[in-house]
């Protein structure tokens, strides 16, 4: 006979009815939390694909040809931005009293120092030093520049020569060679890799984010290894071209010189940049005839054209005089050894310059006493003072050694 369970009391029922649903709605957050989870997973996924299309650049996109070709042809005439320049040479401390302009100049040398640039084309620039008394600016504008700043309230006013210096230009050797003055940045960036292969590996490195902006990084590699420099990057703007950082690494793993924007606006920048201080006491300056090579071309006018030119490799397809030894333009004096990242620069001395008469005795701050004469160490630039001549470079003490023997 079948045993019948004893009836429950209603409210009984009614306990064991809440907790079945209790149960149910544990299982189903223990079994729907996973699948949420899921759910959330697969429309992640989905967005994979719209998220990867907002990425920046990828280096795979671009060769050195086309990056350089891409600097060259940039037609940006306009940008307004701050500048962070960070210097490591390895230079001894230099005193500077108190501070001040030679201070504050010194942490180009050694430190980090901020500058704030602005330019509107090859006529228009302005360029402010942050320092400890004050900012100083040097504004060009047509024909008129100004310096100011600084702890005092004086502005100078100088006119640059009717022919900017461009006639003392012709003969520094930067312009381009004649087969190339109308050549495209397709042919310029073609050969400028023809000049550099026997001494430079040239690459895009990789991608970087620099003031805001996506930015392809372009490495040159020197081959020689007399030379104290690792390489070279340079960070180009992704969609116009333009330089946005340099980083010069040294063979010790650790940067050299740094400089590059922090902040940058490529838009028109205001006028007002482009003057003097309103209502102030202005005192003439003679800049003299020989300006230098006219202000506007070290702030993107022509100088760009003549990146390279006779000093990056004398006539393009032989290497020329600097490429291969010889004299340099306007320097007769100068003896080069080597070529590339090895130049090594010979200037003669007069007899006796080192001598107890001489400067030796004041060069003992500085360098050090060797068999071969004294030298001077940098994280960059190295130097050989012998007897008769001076021996410059950025390569080891070695190799300065062997081009004085």
Do not use: C
């Not at 942490?107 to 901020?114: N, P, R, V």
């Not at 032989?318 to 004299?327: C, L, M, Q, V, W």
């Amino acid at each position: 006979m079948a045993l019948i369970p004893p009836e429950r009391p209603a409210d009984e029922a009614e306990d064991r009815a809440a907790d079945l649903a209790a149960a149910r709605r544990r299982k189903a957050v223990r079994y729907g939390v996973p699948l949420g989870i899921a759910g959330l997973a697969a429309a992640t996924i989905g967005l994979v694909p719209a998220l990867a299309q907002d990425d920046g650049p990828s280096a795979d996109d671009v060769t050195a040809k086309e990056l350089i070709a891409k600097a060259l042809s940039s037609e940006v005439e306009s940008v307004d931005g701050t500048v962070k320049v960070s210097t490591d040479l390895g230079l001894p401390s230099i005193p500077f009293g108190g501070g001040g302009e030679g201070a504050d100049l010194s942490q180009l040398l050694a430190g980090e120092t901020k500058l704030h640039v602005a330019a509107d084309g090859p006529e228009k620039q302005r360029v402010t030093l942050a320092g400890s008394d004050g900012d100083r600016t040097v504004v060009h504008n047509g024909k008129d520049v100004w310096t100011f700043g600084g702890d005092s309230d004086e502005v100078f006013h100088s006119t640059v020569p009717q022919d900017g210096g461009k006639d003392s230009a012709k003969h520094d050797g930067f312009a381009l060679p004649k087969d190339l003055a109308d050549a495209t940045p397709q042919e310029l960036a073609e050969r400028l890799l023809e000049a550099a292969d026997d001494t430079t590996d040239v690459t895009v490195a990789g991608t970087a984010q620099v003031a805001g902006q996506d930015a392809y990084e372009l490495r040159l590699t020197p081959k020689q290894d007399e030379s104290t420099v690792r390489d070279i990057t340079v960070a180009v703007d992704a969609d116009n071209g333009v330089p946005l950082r340099v980083a010069l690494t040294a063979d010790d793993g650790k940067a050299v010189v740094d400089v590059g924007f922090t902040k940058v606006d490529f838009n028109k920048p205001d006028a007002d940049l482009f003057a003097p201080p309103a209502g102030a006491e202005v005192t003439e300056r003679d800049l003299g005839e020989d300006f230098g090579g006219g202000l506007g071309k070290g702030f993107g006018g022509d100088f760009g054209k003549g990146f390279g030119g006779d000093w990056a490799g004398g006539d393009w397809a032989g290497g020329g005089d600097r490429a291969g030894g010889g004299t340099s333009s306007g320097l007769e004096d100068v003896q080069v050894h080597g070529k590339g990242w090895g130049s090594i620069a010979e200037l003669p001395l007069p007899g006796g310059a080192l001598g107890e008469e001489g400067v030796g005795a004041a060069l003992d701050f500085f360098t050090d006493k060797t068999d071969a004469g004294r030298v001077f160490e940098s994280r960059l630039v190295n130097v050989l003072i012998t007897d008769d001549a001076v021996y410059v470079g950025a390569v080891t003490p070695e190799a300065l050694q062997a081009a004085a023997d």
